[in-house]
């Protein structure tokens, strides 16, 4: 045992139980106060370091997959916990910039392959403006405003001089090689990434069309707009002050970018007058005016999910407006001076709600996540403003990043191939831990975890094999706290033949993440064969079904059925995988 230490920081190594699909042999992760680092499996056969919030990593793995944590506790002191901190921190931003310069190359590929219509080719912001609508009083008022404050920072013909440079320059642009030093990457070092001719080329597009938008007194599209009708969102005339004063500051600030000679600012700048307008249209009709914030990849739930998990959103939307009041009366206090962040967090949280709020009253599919702090609507990169090379030139230029492409995919393969054995969740922690230069006992310790134990490289093995020194416990999956709460308020039996099986389970819903079954064998370990025994048999049932389906449903259900076989084997030996579970929680504040 070692020696409690003055002055200690505790991290934690976590044991995530196993579930379905790629987590049937569980997962770890290294925990330091509110960051969460895990590797995982990614495309191509690489395991790639990831950093998480702690909450959104609780939320994710212990709630929506129902997992419960066996974690381990281990002080060190200050000194130590941080160089083993700033140590996974340093290997995840080098990791993320060499991942970067993968989709450079990618983003190259894209545009020198004449694939205008590919989404990576999108410009970002462009979307968000109507160019064939008529403006609305309050923003051809604010537009006039702006094309003044133009004119008297840059002059006169600021616009149509800067439109007609930023033409002149894409049509020098041509792609050049890079230099060898962004091309090689290494374990543990930063590789630069070059200015390339792609995103060279889409910046200045983008900021041509955002020079037009103002020139051309473009309006926000009505579609990328709204004002919810509760009383919560009605301004007062302080806080309309406090908006006006938010879009001068805004306004000063898209001046600015106007001038600026740093290359990307065409996205930014065209948020910048979206939220511009937006507070234009919201000053006038004194009601808060939200752009549409989420992400074009958001995911969405069908009307038949909207209408089966009804209750769980109603909930989701009635908190939502609560915590819109809360942050409302915050952030519109006389003392206090509106920032562009604090704004965006409120914008979020009303589309949040608005979105809620919208489908169920419409009985409709919605986007159940992905708002942002700012609005990104994007547009295909306009034809006429395609690059104009030369065959040649595109042909020679596509074979070269074609070249750095699988240099670099080779490069990441050797680097970071995922194994089994020798290159898992586990190994990876250890082996990221074992290269930092360290004289303290306890790391050098869970540094040699898998040369000493030869279970060591299996998530459960490794939990266990860690060292009396650390303080262990368990933290249960979401379904379990549920059963915890039911068991001390109500009727133990009552709740235990309620609870046992998927029909009558008062919180679980069937969902399509899960393999079809019908009774839980997580928490009750002496009767999970024969409880396995009757899932197998259901699951039996379905795939012959699904077999005489097949012409109906392409097998979906004789898929679903193999996989509730596979499923179940495991409890007849006593071991769970399969836990269930959960759709469309809300996240604790």
Known sequence: MFAPLLSAKSFDYIYIAASEGNASGGHTALRFDNETYHFQYNDGGIIRLVKDSSTDFDFQYRFLENRTFHQASLDLNEKDYEQLHNHFNLRFLQQKQQDAIRKEIDLNIE?????AQHPQLNIQGAGLFANDAVPLEAESLTIYRLQEQIKQKYGAAFLTNSTQQLNA???????????????????????SIPYSFASHYLDTVSKILLLQAIQNRSSLDQQFYFSPEQSVFKLSQS???QLKSLQQLLTHNLLTLLGSRRPGWGSAAFALYARILSLAIA???????????????????SDVEVARYKTKFLSQQKQALSRIFQLKAELFTPTNALTEKAYGELEM????????????????????????????????????????????????????????????????????SYDLFTRNCVTEIIRTISQIPTNNKQIIELSQLTSEDLIAFIPFGSFHSLSDAYSKQTLPSFRHQQLQEMYREENNALVFFREFNTLSASDYKFNDQDAPFLIFTDDNILLRPIFGSINLLAATTISVYGGLAIPFDSGKALKDGAMGILMSLP????????????????AAD
């Open 169 to 191: 320059e894409i049509k020098t642009l041509r792609p050049e090689p890079w230099p060898k030093n962004s091309l090689q990457f290494s374990e543990g070092t930063f590789s």
């Open 349 to 416: 949280l009303g589309n949040y709600y608005y979105e809620r709020e919208r489908g169920l009253q419409n009985k409709q599919d919605f986007r159940i996540s992905g708002e942002q702090l700012l609005a990104t609507k994007s547009i295909p990169l306009p034809t006429g403003l395609y690059p104009r090379l030369t065959e040649f030139q595109r042909e020679t230029s596509l074979a070269r990043f074609e070249a750095y492409q699988i240099n670099i995919d080779q490069q990441m393969r050797s680097l970071y």
């Open 111 to 115: 545009i020198l392959s004449n694939r």
């Open 239 to 241: 806080e309309v002050i």
């Open 283 to 301: 000053i006038d009709s004194r009601k808060l005016v939200f752009l549409d914030t989420f992400r074009e990849s958001s995911p969405s739930i």
């Open 571 to 586: 409890e007849l030996a006593f071991f769970n995988i399969r836990k269930g579970s959960y759709k469309h929680l809300i």
